[in-house]
């Protein structure tokens, strides 16, 4: 990402992150290189430390699944989280001499990958992942109302816990926009639905916005 590398665009604290995680949990999980290089789109959850630090995402992959072998062979893997996102239009500036961009939050965790095929495991994992999926929905489902079903299914699962060695992240916002600009921008992004984006644009902006 080349705007990692520019600290406008940096992440504010850990707390970024972990939102981003939160609210976009479907991500990437690649180990590349090699002749068995792997790419597998999975749901990530973080695991945090008794002093709330990040130190390790959490998920399941199909045991069927090639990266697994991947995995046991060479735990080291990266995994790539997409944010919001959207083209940002100079149409909606006065300005439009300004060239047009796209606005974004996105980062790379760097892991040392363990996988387990322990019941134990697969079952704190998927049973995690539910709750938090769950949370503050009407009528919430539970793992437990799969009943027999569940040791059927999750005979099928390697849960996999990767250690984060360190983290890349880019939160391109609108920090580098003057505040009217910045304003018509969201004007424009709010009127084509992009509200997630808009939201952490806001947050960034503080009282600028």
């Not at 705007?3 to 665009?9: I, N, Q, V």
Request: charged share 25%; proline share 4%.
């Amino acid at each position: 990402m080349g705007h990692a590398r520019d600290s406008r665009y940096a992440a504010r604290s850990q707390d970024d992150l972990l939102r981003l995680l939160a609210t976009q949990p479907f991500a990437w999980l690649v180990s590349a290189g090699g002749e068995d290089a792997a790419f597998t789109p999975l749901p990530l959850r973080a695991e945090c430390d008794a002093q709330g630090r990040l130190v390790a995402l959490r998920g399941h992959v199909a045991r069927r699944n090639p990266h697994v072998a991947r995995l046991r062979r060479d735990g080291r893997a990266q995994a790539l989280v997409m944010g919001p996102h959207a083209y940002v239009s100079p149409s909606w500036l006065d300005d439009r001499t300004q060239a047009p961009s796209w606005n974004y939050a996105a980062a790379v965790f760097e892991l040392d990958v363990v996988v387990s095929e322990e019941e134990a495991d697969i079952r704190a994992e998927l049973d995690a992942l539910v709750t938090q999926m769950e949370a503050g929905r009407p009528r919430a489902w539970s793992l437990q109302e799969m009943g027999e079903r569940y040791a059927r299914l999750a005979t099928g699962v390697t849960a996999l816990r990767g250690d984060v060695r360190a983290v890349r992240a880019t939160f391109k916002l609108g920090q580098d926009e003057a505040r009217h600009d910045f304003a018509q921008l969201l004007l424009g992004l709010q009127a084509g639905g992009e509200d997630e984006l808009v939201a952490w644009m806001r947050d960034f902006a503080g009282d600028a916005a």
